[in-house]
Nanobody, 132 residues
Framework: VQLVESGGGLVQPGGSLRLACAAS????????MAWLRQVPGKGVEWVAA????????YYSDSVQGRFTISRDNANNTLFLQMNSLKIEDTAVYFC??????????????????????????RGQGTQVTVSS
């Protein structure tokens, strides 16, 4: 399984970025997917998650109303549209998934625990820097 993120960069506060995660080596449309982020020296924070058929999406309180997670199952790609970016959104963003329940892990893992979860599959990440 390979997950490769792209789309990061430098943006001013209030700006927007769209991240993408290209997935291979798995039957993408059977896996729930997540975006997480990490600031160097700090812990991982879960950001958003989406069900395998896009029939449910979930967000952390810190990004609710500003970020939108989506997916294109025909092209095995996960997206994160980030609007109204804040300086505190600066982090390395990565996508992840897990084989729990055959990929339907949102039914098994409480969202409150996603930040500390040991993901079976995760990408290397893409840097997002919000600065004036």
């Amino acid at each position: 399984v390979q997950l490769v993120e792209s789309g990061g960069g430098l943006v001013q506060p209030g700006g927007s970025l769209r991240l993408a995660c290209a997935a291979s080596g798995l039957t993408f449309n059977t896996y729930d997917m997540a975006w997480l982020r990490q600031v160097p020296g700090k812990g991982v924070e879960w950001v958003a998650a989406i069900k395998s058929k896009s029939d449910g999406s979930y967000y952390s309180d810190s990004v609710q109303g500003r970020f939108t997670i989506s997916r294109d199952n025909a092209n095995n790609t996960l997206f994160l549209q980030m609007n109204s970016l804040k300086i505190e959104d600066t982090a390395v963003y990565f996508c992840a998934t897990d084989g729990e329940l055959g990929g339907q892990w949102l039914a098994a893992i409480p969202r409150a625990t996603l930040s500390g979860y040991k993901w079976r599959y995760r990408g290397q990440g893409t840097q997002v820097t919000v600065s004036s």
